[in-house]
Each structure stands twice: as C-alpha cells, then as structure tokens.
C-alpha cells in the first residue's frame, strides 16, 4: 500500500495544473491610463509669459537666426536640376 500511496502522491503532484500569467494586466493598465489623460483644452494653455523672451534668448535667437540667412540653399537632386534646365530651354 505504501507504493500505491507514493504513486498516487506522485501523480497528484504531477497532475497539478499551473496557473497561466495574467494577461488581464495590459488592459488594466490601458484602463488606469485612460482614467489619468489631461483633458484635450489643459493642453491648449496658454501663459501670459510665453510671449516675453529673456535678453540671453533673444541673442541665441538672432544668433541662430543669422547663421540660417547666411546659409547656403539645399542642393537640389538631379531630377529638379534636369526639370529646370528643360524649361529654361523651352
């Protein structure tokens, strides 16, 4: 009896069924983050500084923007170069 007993011990323990992971967890979380997102209009606010510009901005900004006039203009592909030529033959 003893070996019935170890086999059926055995096979219980083999028959034991695990538990899948839970894949609830991803649309939980799309629930939780739902709850949480700003409302569309807090995004659109606007504050009364954004308009003022600090002395160091505005030299970075005209720094910046001195460099972008003096830039050379994109070198155009070889289709556009051929398509101008043509109709400036024309």
């Known amino acids: 009896?003893?070996?019935?007993?170890?086999?059926?011990?055995?096979?219980?323990?083999?028959e034991t069924t695990i538990q899948p992971?839970?894949?609830?967890s991803a649309t939980l979380r799309q629930q939780v983050l739902q709850k949480h997102e700003l409302p569309k209009?807090?995004?659109n606010v606007a504050s009364p500084t954004d308009s003022l510009m600090s002395p160091c901005t505005a030299k970075l900004q005209a720094h910046k923007k001195?460099?972008?006039?003096?830039?050379?203009?994109?070198v155009m592909s070889l289709q556009n170069t051929l398509q101008s030529v043509q109709t400036e033959k024309e």
């Open 1 to 14: 009896m003893s070996e019935t007993q170890a086999d059926s011990i055995a096979k219980s323990s083999v």
């Open 21 to 24: 992971l839970h894949q609830e």
């Open 41 to 43: 209009h807090a995004l």
């Open 66 to 74: 001195k460099y972008y006039m003096k830039r050379k203009p994109p």
